[in-house]
């Protein structure tokens, strides 16, 4: 089993800057993919960006403002988010599965319980 835990997300205002960070336990991920979704109100979980060993992608709205990165000495990922727009509000989820990465929310095993992010106009 693997347990995510998410952090760092929080109140900012248009243009500003938040660091998330998901520090994992229970296996070593050294070899899996670890992403971030997100999901406001009403709307589905949508990806934000993975992060493999060999390589990374983002969905086109972040692209250029978000960046992942991982530490695997710590199990951890983050997701370094600047320009902050309030379309980017929404829980923030961290997952992970075994192998490459993948856009879909359903090829995930394994799931972090969110943190809020909230940018205001």
């Known amino acids: 089993q693997v347990q995510l835990i998410e952090s760092g997300g929080g109140l900012v205002q248009a243009g500003g800057s938040l660091r998330l960070s998901c520090a994992a336990s229970g296996r070593t991920l050294t070899s899996y993919a670890m992403a971030w979704f997100r999901q406001s109100p009403g709307k589905e979980r949508e990806f934000v960006a993975s992060?493999?060993?060999?390589?990374?992608d983002y969905a086109d709205s972040v692209k250029g403002r978000f960046t992942i990165s991982r530490d695997n000495a710590r199990n951890t990922v983050y997701l370094q988010m600047n320009s902050l727009k309030p379309e980017d509000t929404g829980v923030y989820f961290c997952?992970?599965?075994?192998?490459?990465?993948?856009?879909?929310?359903?090829?995930?095993?394994?799931w972090g319980p969110g943190t809020q992010v909230t940018v205001s106009s």
């Open positions: 992060i493999t060993w060999y390589s990374t």
């Open positions: 997952a992970v599965r075994a192998g490459g990465s993948r856009t879909d929310a359903n090829a995930y095993d394994y």
